[in-house]
DNA sequence: CTGCGTATACTCGCATACGAGTATCAGGAT
DNA sequence: ATCCTGATACTCGTATGCGAGTATACGCAG
């Protein structure tokens, strides 16, 4: 099960990932994750960065080798993974790979109270979605396309699974807003005469608890 | 785009579409919100709730009514929706729809790493996640279909996209450890033999830099 | 009627997270 | 020669986020 990490961060992963390959300062951690495209991959702070750095020797995944005074510079204070470091870079990927983590999408929230919007105003912002992930999706694919002329697949994946994702995403975007035009979706009139008259018509608010409590007396 | 909220935490949303009924305690939106099983749709951290009702009040999306003293318990602080508190809740769930929101699941993260791992230990961690991927969505499959028999699909939307995701997510995953698994995943020999010989195998550092720099002289 | 477990209804304080700021230098423009 | 711009290499302060703790009431077992 998701363990509580010492560094919870993903900047940690990156950084670990990163500084296993030699020792370097934060800054160097940073351009080369840069130049990788890891920011690609992960959602990284700049701000982080140090705090991060200085977390994670505090736990000992990494110290410190040197603190160089470059004439420039304030001063360049450079780290070394550890042992310690190394089993828990690989521990952490284990576990992120073997146990899929719910995450909740902002999305996902997001239509459990699209209610509170009228129907046909809910439908015009999801068909401006499709577009907007329509052009997205077509200029990743062709990135992707452009990598694979020579990088090897080995550092694709990631890519190729959000790729996936968000292509699935298109689909089910796609096909429900299909129901809504259409009027196929079983509730818009009710729904939309609870938008056109006050509020709440009695019974809605009663059916929106659903199972969750399981069995009562 | 996905503008900055002055109040970003996701709780906030949750409770802005629970006080749009009537007036509440913290508490009783807590209740309120865990019976409703918002607490599937997002990650509510409880102890969260007081400061971010105190935020949204500080904004002006939400106004003290009352203060009730009721015999027993410390003293209940009443809320009500303000009018820009209602705007907001609209506005945020408009965005939250039209905008598609490059998220960064943490498995995205790990897959960008996972060459730090031998091949043949990926292959086993991903049949492991692939399995747990299984059960799990035949659970969900099994209460989605439960719920529908009486609860409109218009509460179901989330659960349905949820679904479908995590659907996606299997099936890549299948397809990626059948790769693995049938020796059809191009760099194996590669990956393999760069972590039974040491490290790096020279080039594959330089190989890693997947069109970070997209053209330089 | 007394003890005690469980739900209710919070409070507190530390640990981050991260935006914004700062200072220094290299190199080209003027 | 000097100015300016942009990259380098950080620091700081504030705003949360949230785990863990607390205190009170209610039901009910003994």
Redesign the pocket.
Known sequence: MAERR????M?GLAVLSTVIDRPM????MA?LMRARGKDRDM?I????????VR?LEKHGFLEVTDSVR????????IYRITDTGREELADWIRDLLATPDREQPKFEAALSVCGVLPPDEVTSLLRRRLDLLETEIAEQREALAESRRDVPRLFLVEAEYDLAIREAELAWTRSLLDELVSGTFPDLALWRDWHETGRKPSEIAKLAERGATPAEP
Chains 1, 2 share one sequence.
């Open positions: 010492k560094v919870n961060n900047l300062h934060p800054y160097e351009s959602r702070k700049w701000g982080s960065l140090y705090t991060v977390n470059d004439s420039a510079h304030p001063e360049r204070t």
